[in-house]
């Protein structure tokens, strides 16, 4: 079974289709659909990969699915695994309906070599899967355990395939910032997640850039009252776009040095991860590796810098050279922190765990 597999991936966002295929664990081909909204536009980009991989025999589909509930292992799509998809959209609505779309529209399509009622085996994978096994303390939520039971609710966590990409060649103590729209912090000893920021939906945590992160749950409550919609603001006109008009962190460093808003979205964003990345070394009792990757945490120098000077406490010491070139180890030879500049690879980690499965 684990031999010759060509798997195609599937990584559907609010607005997007990601898809790679690899032969085994060697992508052999990639590509984006880019600005799509709606489901026409989703079932024309679904045509048009299956059309270029025609001749390709793929022997199963693979997605990555944001939230998972309770599912924590590589899911072969039936009708149940559908209906969990469904039920947790709830927690993730810009990205789960988005993603039981696509899988629906290629059980439609059926197999794109052209056999009739051949339809290629699809797999969900979910980005909550590598955080299953968090600790009761930091996954319970304080609120009445029969709630917590009906419900099922507890913290999830996200961008699990990212944690665990940049994280599974380091021992120790490690903490991983995946920072970009969307942004999230683990805490790792020694490939098993302790701690992670995201919750129950991926709005917990740190600030991003339309989402508010952390806040006082007597402000939601205080908004509904005066009659706002709590979930429009929260999720979508916040974060750094509430703070300063600009959710593209391109558009803040731009423009920061003029226009005090900007500087303080980035002030109030450095500060968050601190804050965060210093729980954690507290939680841990030490600290053997930092981690910074996505889009913000590969390639803004500025932003590293800024977080690591305030860990100076803990003898961590950047390279400043290796640091402006976005080299992959950035702290400096007597440093008692190794800090990584990771790519990360959600796709070769979804390969990885499926075929592990298999």
Same mark, same amino acid.
């Given at each position: 079974?684990?031999?010759?597999?060509?798997?195609?991936?599937?990584?559907?966002?609010?607005?997007?289709?990601?898809?790679?295929?690899?032969?085994?664990?060697?992508?052999?081909?990639?590509?984006?659909?880019?600005?799509?909204?709606?489901?026409?536009?989703?079932?024309?980009?679904?045509?048009?990969?299956?059309?270029?991989?025609?001749?390709?025999?793929?022997?199963?589909?693979?997605?990555?699915?944001?939230?998972?509930?309770?599912l924590n292992k590589p899911s072969?799509?039936?009708?149940?695994?559908?209906?969990?998809?469904?039920?947790?959209?709830?927690?993730?609505?810009?990205?789960?309906?988005?993603?039981?779309?696509?899988?629906?529209?290629?059980?439609?399509?059926?197999?794109?070599?052209?056999?009739?009622?051949?339809?290629?085996?699809?797999?969900?994978? %979910?980005?909550?899967?590598?955080?299953?096994?968090?600790?009761?303390?930091?996954?319970?939520?304080?609120?009445?355990?029969?709630?917590?039971?009906?419900? @099922?609710?507890? #913290?999830?966590?996200?961008?699990?395939?990212?944690?665990?990409?940049?994280?599974?060649?380091?021992?120790?103590?490690?903490?991983?910032?995946?920072?970009?729209?969307?942004?999230?912090?683990?805490?790792?000893?020694? *490939?098993?997640?302790?701690?992670?920021s995201m919750g129950l939906t991926?709005l917990e945590g740190l600030i991003?850039?339309?989402?508010? *992160?952390?806040?006082?749950?007597?402000?939601?409550?205080?908004?509904?009252?005066?009659?706002?919609?709590?979930?429009?603001?929260?999720?979508?006109?916040?974060?750094?776009?509430?703070?300063?008009?600009?959710?593209? %962190? #391109?558009?803040?460093?731009?423009?920061?040095?003029?226009?005090?808003?900007?500087?303080?979205?980035?002030?109030?964003?450095?500060?968050?991860?601190?804050?965060?990345?210093?729980?954690?070394?507290?939680?841990?009792?030490?600290?053997?590796?930092?981690?910074?990757?996505?889009?913000?945490?590969? @390639?803004?120098?500025?932003? #590293?810098?800024?977080?690591?000077?305030?860990?100076?406490?803990?003898?961590?010491?950047?390279?400043?050279?290796?640091?402006?070139?976005?080299?992959?180890?950035?702290?400096?030879?007597?440093?008692?922190?190794?800090?990584?500049?990771?790519?990360? @690879?959600?796709?070769?980690?979804?390969?990885?765990?499926?075929?592990?499965?298999?």
């Open positions: 079974m684990k031999k010759n597999k060509k798997i195609l991936v599937f990584n559907v966002g609010s607005s997007s289709i990601k898809y790679s295929l690899f032969h085994n664990l060697k992508r052999i081909s990639s590509g984006n659909k880019e600005r799509l909204k709606t489901k026409h536009d989703y079932q024309k980009a679904v045509k048009e990969i299956l059309e270029k991989f025609k001749q390709e025999k793929i022997n199963l589909i693979a997605h990555r699915v944001v939230h998972g509930g309770d072969k799509i039936n009708r149940e695994i559908k209906n969990k998809i469904k039920e947790f959209s709830e927690f993730a609505p810009l990205h789960n309906p988005k993603q039981l779309m696509v899988i629906e529209l290629i059980d439609a399509e059926g197999d794109p070599s052209g056999k009739k009622n051949s339809k290629i085996p699809q797999y969900a994978l %979910f980005d909550t899967m590598f955080f299953s096994d968090l600790p009761e303390v930091s996954k319970t939520y304080a609120i009445p355990k029969a709630l917590t039971k009906k419900l @099922n609710i507890r #913290r999830y966590g996200f961008h699990g395939f990212s944690h665990h990409y940049v994280s599974k060649s380091l021992k120790g103590k490690t903490i991983t910032c995946h920072l970009g729209s969307g942004s999230s912090i683990s805490a790792i000893i020694n *490939g098993k997640p302790i701690d992670t991926p991003m850039g339309t989402r508010s *992160g952390n806040i006082d749950p007597g402000l939601i409550l205080y908004l509904e009252k005066k009659g706002y919609n709590t979930n429009e603001i929260l999720n979508k006109k916040s974060g750094l776009k509430g703070i300063c008009g600009h959710n593209d %962190f #391109r558009d803040i460093l731009q423009k920061m040095n003029k226009d005090k808003n900007c500087k303080l979205a980035y002030n109030m964003f450095i500060y968050r991860i601190v804050k965060i990345i210093g729980s954690y070394i507290t939680a841990m009792n030490g600290l053997n590796n930092l981690v910074f990757t996505a889009a913000i945490g590969e @390639n803004v120098p500025r932003l #590293r810098k800024d977080i690591c000077k305030q860990l100076s406490f803990m003898k961590l010491k950047l390279n400043k050279k290796k640091n402006q070139k976005n080299k992959e180890i950035i702290s400096s030879i007597n440093s008692k922190v190794k800090v990584f500049v990771k790519k990360t @690879n959600e796709e070769q980690m979804i390969v990885e765990e499926v075929l592990k499965c298999l």
